[in-house]
C-alpha cells in the first residue's frame, strides 16, 4: 500500500513535469530520462509511462473517459490500463499502435517508437497497475493447418480476409497480417484491438489458437495453384484479369471462326 | 361407318398432300431452271445433308439442355439437387446453339469472299450484293427443317429464362423458403453441435449458433450471438422479453443479398470509438443490435431479423418464437412473418 502510495506520487509528478516538458517540444516526438539505466525496469516503465501516455491514459492507468476542459488540440482520452496486463501493453507497443498521435485515429500497424529495453520497462510498469493476463507464448508449429483454416474462416476471414490480407469494416481499417508475430496475433485475438472482437479462451482454446497462427504465418507464402496469386485480394481482381484475358482469348475465338485471322 | 369416314378423310388428305407437294416441287424445279438460266453470280455448293443433320442434332441437343433448366428449377431442393446444375444447363446450352451456328457458317453457307473493293452505293450492284447474299445459302436443302430447329431451341431457351418468373408466385409455391428451423423451445447448438449456455455467452465477441437437429445449411438456420448491457439496449416494446440477460440472437443471413453477417464491430474503448454492430463483409450492410437489428449504414432495406431467446433450466438458450420477419434477402412481400417448419 504504502509501496504503491509512493509510485503514485512519484508518477503524479513525472506526469506533472514531463508535460510541461512536452510543451516545449514537438508533438510527436517520444519524451524519455535523461539518463536512461542500462536494464529494463518497472521503475523506467513509470517515467516513460508519465512522460508519453499519462495524457490519454491518466495517471497510473487510471483511464480518462471525459474530455479534459481546456486540454487544447489533445482531448485526452483514453481507457484505463489497470488490470489488462502484460499481454496488451506489448501488444500496442510492439507493433507500433501506441503511442497514438490523436486518439480520436484508429491505431494502427506504425513505427515502433520504443526500443526493446523501453517497450519491456512500460509493459512491466502496466503489469505492475493489476493483476492481467501475461505475454502468450504461442506454439504455431504444434497447431494443424487444416484446423487453423477452418477456425480462421469461422472466426477472422469475415474482417481479415482469407487469406489475411486485410480489408475493411464499417469505421476502421482492418489490418493485413503478413507481417504480425505469433505473439501479436496471439494478444490480438484475446484483446480484440479497437473495433475487433475479442476471443476467450472459452470460443478459441489455445491449442486452436496455435493452429489459426500456423494458418497465418502459411499466408505469408500461399500456395497459389495456377500459378499466379494476384495479390490473393479475392473476386475483384480475379474478375478484372479473368475478363482482361478472357474477353481477348472470345475475341480470337470468333476471329477465328469468321476464317479472318487467314487473310 | 364411322371409321370408314376416317379412312376416307386420311387417303384425301394425304394424297391433295401428295398432289400439292408435286405441284410444288414442280414451281421449285421451274425455278431452280430460271435461276440457273440466269446464270447465278455464286456458284451453286453442293448440298451437305450431313451437315445440315448436324446442326439439327446440336440444335436438338441445346434444347434438351434448355428444358432441362426447367425440370432442375422445378425439382430444385437445397439438399438434394446442386444449384450449379441450373448453369450448367444453360451454359451448355448456349455452347450447342454456338456449335450449331459455326456449322452452318463453315458447312452450309456458301462463302463468297470479293476481291474487289466494297461497291459503292449504285442501285445495279446493291442488287448484286442481295444477290450474292441469296445464293449464299444455295447449300441449304432443307430450309424448313433447320428453320424449324432453331425455333424449337429459340422457343425452349425463352421458357427456360421465363421459368424464374414463376417464382414470383401464384404458381409455384413458395411457402418452403419462409419456413424456418426455429419455433419456441429449439435450442441453440454451435458448429459442433454443443448446446450453448446462456452463462458462457461472453460479453465483447460473437457465437455463430444453429438449431439443434436440424441442417445447419438452410438459409433459415444459422445465427449470430452477442452479449450487451441488457440496460443500453432499446429494444422495441414488443421485443421487451427477447433479450435474457442481454443476449441477442439475429439472423446470420443479411437482408441484402444474403451474405453471412460474419463481422461483429466491438469498440475496445467505447467513449470515442464507434458503438458496437453487426456487419456484413460483402457490402458492409450495418446492423444496430441495440435497437433490434435496425439498419445504420449499407445496402441492406431493412433490419437484420432477431430471434426471440429464452434461457431453460439447464441454463441453455433456446429459441422463444420464430424471426421477427423473414430471414434471407429481400424480395416481393418479405415483409410477412415466416413460418415454423
Known amino acids: ?263 | 361407318m364411322r371409321v370408314w369416314r376416317w379412312l376416307v378423310a386420311i387417303a384425301t388428305f394425304l394424297f391433295g398432300r401428295r398432289v400439292r407437294q408435286e405441284r410444288k416441287r414442280a414451281k421449285q424445279r421451274e425455278k431452280r431452271q430460271e435461276a440457273e438460266a440466269k446464270d447465278p453470280i455464286v456458284a451453286q455448293g453442293s448440298p451437305e445433308r450431313g451437315a445440315e443433320n448436324l446442326v439439327v442434332a446440336l440444335l436438338g441437343i441445346a434444347s434438351l439442355f434448355a428444358l432441362g433448366f426447367v425440370v432442375v428449377y422445378a425439382l430444385f431442393s437445397p439438399a438434394g439437387i446442386p444449384n450449379e446444375l441450373l448453369g450448367i444447363c444453360l451454359g451448355m446450352c448456349f455452347l450447342f446453339v454456338g456449335g450449331a451456328l459455326t456449322v452452318v457458317a463453315k458447312r452450309l453457307v456458301v462463302t463468297e469472299e470479293l476481291e474487289d473493293d466494297y461497291p459503292e452505293a449504285h442501285p445495279g450492284q446493291q442488287k448484286e450484293i442481295v444477290e450474292i447474299v441469296r445464293e449464299s445459302g444455295s447449300r441449304i436443302t432443307r430450309k424448313r427443317l433447320l428453320l424449324g430447329a432453331g425455333a424449337a431451341t429459340a422457343g425452349a431457351v425463352g421458357l427456360a429464362a421465363i421459368t424464374p418468373a414463376l417464382s414470383l408466385g401464384p404458381i409455384w409455391d413458395t411457402a418452403p423458403l419462409d419456413q424456418t428451423p426455429w419455433r419456441r423451445g429449439v435450442r441453440l447448438v454451435d458448429e459442433d453441435g454443443n448446446p450453448l449456455s446462456a452463462n458462457g455467452v461472453a460479453a465483447g465477441t460473437f457465437y455463430t449458433a444453429f438449431p439443434e437437429g436440424a441442417n445447419n445449411e438452410e438459409i433459415g438456420s444459422s445465427l449470430i450471438v452477442v452479449r450487451l448491457d441488457p440496460s443500453k439496449l432499446k429494444l422495441p416494446a414488443s421485443r421487451a422479453n427477447w433479450a435474457p440477460g442481454g443476449i441477442l440472437a439475429f439472423s446470420k443471413i443479411c437482408t441484402h443479398a444474403g451474405c453471412a453477417v460474419a463481422l461483429y464491430r466491438k469498440p475496445t474503448f467505447p467513449v470515442i470509438e464507434p458503438k458496437p454492430a453487426l456487419v456484413c463483409p460483402c457490402h458492409y450492410s450495418t446492423f444496430d443490435p441495440y435497437t433490434g437489428g435496425d439498419v445504420i449504414y449499407g445496402p441492406a432495406g431493412r433490419p437484420l431479423p432477431q430471434l426471440p431467446l429464452m434461457v431453460d433450466d439447464a441454463g441453455d438458450l433456446r429459441a422463444a418464437g420464430n424471426f421477427s420477419a423473414r430471414v434471407g434477402p429481400s424480395w416481393w412481400n418479405v415483409r410477412e412473418a415466416p413460418t415454423s417448419e
Open chain 1, 1 to 263: 500500500m504504502r509501496r504503491s502510495g509512493l509510485m503514485a506520487a512519484l508518477t503524479a509528478c513525472l506526469a506533472l513535469g514531463v508535460v510541461g516538458l512536452a510543451a516545449a517540444q514537438p508533438g510527436s516526438g517520444i519524451v524519455r530520462p535523461t539518463t536512461e539505466p542500462a536494464k529494463p525496469s518497472v521503475e523506467l516503465g513509470a517515467e516513460l509511462y508519465a512522460g508519453n501516455c499519462a495524457s490519454c491514459h491518466g495517471i497510473a492507468g487510471s483511464g480518462i473517459k471525459t474530455p479534459r476542459p481546456g486540454a487544447a488540440d489533445i482531448a485526452g482520452e483514453g481507457p484505463p490500463l489497470r488490470g489488462v496486463g502484460a499481454l496488451a501493453s506489448d501488444f500496442y507497443l510492439r507493433t507500433g499502435y501506441m503511442p497514438l498521435s490523436s486518439p480520436h485515429d484508429q491505431p494502427g500497424p506504425d513505427r515502433v517508437l520504443f526500443n526493446d529495453k523501453e517497450i519491456r520497462s512500460i509493459v512491466a510498469y502496466v503489469a505492475s497497475l493489476g493483476s492481467g493476463p501475461g505475454i502468450p507464448n504461442p506454439k504455431p508449429d504444434s497447431g494443424s493447418l487444416a484446423e487453423g483454416l477452418q477456425q480462421f474462416t469461422l472466426h477472422c476471414a469475415g474482417c481479415h480476409q482469407v487469406v489475411a490480407r486485410g480489408g475493411y469494416v464499417t469505421g476502421a481499417v482492418v489490418p493485413p497480417l503478413q507481417s504480425a508475430t505469433p505473439n501479436e496475433i496471439a494478444e490480438a485475438v484475446r484483446i480484440g484491438p479497437y473495433l475487433m472482437p475479442r476471443f476467450p479462451s472459452s470460443q478459441i482454446s489455445d491449442a486452436q489458437l496455435n493452429s489459426i497462427i500456423k494458418y497465418v504465418l502459411s499466408t505469408r507464402h500461399p500456395d497459389n495453384r495456377g500459378g499466379w496469386g494476384i495479390g490473393n485480394l479475392g473476386p475483384i481482381p480475379e474478375g478484372l484479369v479473368t475478363w482482361w484475358i478472357a474477353v481477348p482469348l472470345l475475341l480470337i475465338a470468333c476471329m477465328a471462326v469468321g476464317r479472318r485471322l487467314y487473310r
